[in-house]
């Protein structure tokens, strides 16, 4: 695993190991996944989790060719009726949720970055929706905000 120093990343053992479903341990690429990865694997109501299990095509476009969008995590929950919930979750900042702005003092190349990175992330969030409602899933993005962090 190639890690990014700026990030803390790492291999999760999940504790829970019946409720994780992947083939080998999960690799957190940041520590709101760490966080995710912990209440999933801890939390009662969570039958089932997986992390970059879930692959979705989607065609990017920037190139109009089909990619591979391995969605962060799912979850299989138990709602307030104790029925199972099928959750697609992607975890993202929640400055990369929003069209990127394009006053301030932003230098050409990051405004390009923050725009390219924005329309490829719509479109791995549509093609995630579609499969979400094909498959009987619920597609959210998490964001710090959801996840408690600040």
Known sequence: MKKNKKY???IYKPINGKKYAGGSDPVYRSSWELKFFKWA???SRVL???????????????????HRYFVDNFIVFLNRDNKPTKYLIEIKPSKSVSKPTTH????????IYEQRTW??????WDAAKRWSDQKGFEFLILTEKELGIR
């Open 119 to 124: 329309v490829v992330n719509q479109a791995k």
């Open 8 to 10: 803390r990343q790492g």
């Open 48 to 66: 089932k989790w997986g992390s970059e299990s879930i692959i979705v095509p989607y065609v990017s476009p920037l190139d109009g060719k089909v």
């Open 104 to 111: 301030g003092n932003k230098k050409k190349a990051t405004l």
């Open 41 to 43: 694997d801890s939390n």
